[in-house]
């Protein structure tokens, strides 16, 4: 079993419709994020979390939520999803310290018509 | 603020051929700088990554990169490629301000032909 599982792999949904992206871990981290990649922009961070009860912006937070449910679970959600919000999602773990390696999940490919 | 640049966006290259794949970055601090590379359908993986000491590091499947302070660059290397080693390659930066903040670059796709 992978070590950091996102379900769904591929999703396809309407605009204006709340959707919901699930990660687990088994890494026993603290750690969790979620990154979208583009073509040609790389991947940029959304939300990042250092525990249950820590939950911080990245750089593109807008439009989006996430819940920390525990140490091992980390959801992200668009409240009213738009076309623009169309690309490949990514939640990762690390252990504390920026010195650490992120770990990634197999992605959710995530289209809004 | 920290920031990366990878320098080609597309490297095409023939197989056993060496290969370069470019990447600056800034930063007013000190930083902790990684390779990642993404395979079709997959997430990134760590190849290697550079923390203190010694400037060449060597990762996996025989990549390696060299850290140069001066020029500000963190360029990965490696003297004969392989198809299977066609992916995206990201480089990515984390600053020891506190905290996590890792900054990746836009990607440059490595496409091996035989």
């Given at each position: 079993d992978a070590d950091v599982t996102q379900t769904p792999r591929n999703r396809i949904t309407k605009t204006g419709k709340r959707i919901m992206l699930e990660c687990s871990q088994?890494?026993?981290?603290d750690r969790m994020y979620w990154y979208r990649q583009d073509p040609g922009l790389g991947l940029r961070l959304i939300y990042y979390s250092f525990d249950v009860k820590d939950i911080n912006k990245g750089e593109i937070s807008d439009g989006y939520s996430v819940s920390r449910?525990?140490?091992?679970k980390f959801s992200l959600s668009l409240e009213s999803a738009i076309p623009n919000q169309t690309a490949l999602y990514f939640c990762a773990t690390s252990d504390r310290g920026a010195d650490t390696e992120a770990f990634f999940g197999q992605g959710t490919r995530l289209t809004v018509v | 603020a920290q920031s990366v640049t990878q320098l080609d966006s597309q490297v095409p290259v023939f197989e056993e051929a060496p290969v370069e794949l470019r990447c600056n970055y800034s930063s007013s601090v000190s930083v902790y700088l990684f390779w990642y590379v993404q395979y079709p359908n997959q997430g990134l993986q760590l190849l290697l990554k550079y923390l203190?000491?010694?400037t060449l590091v060597k990762g996996i499947n025989g990549f390696e990169a060299e850290f140069n302070k001066s020029q500000t660059s963190f360029h990965l290397r490696k003297p004969s490629v392989h198809i299977s080693d066609t992916a995206e390659y990201f480089c990515a930066v984390s600053d020891l301000t506190g905290g996590f903040k890792t900054i990746f670059g836009a990607g440059t796709r490595l496409f091996v032909k035989a």
């Open positions: 088994t890494k026993g981290h449910q525990a140490q091992a | 203190s000491g010694s």
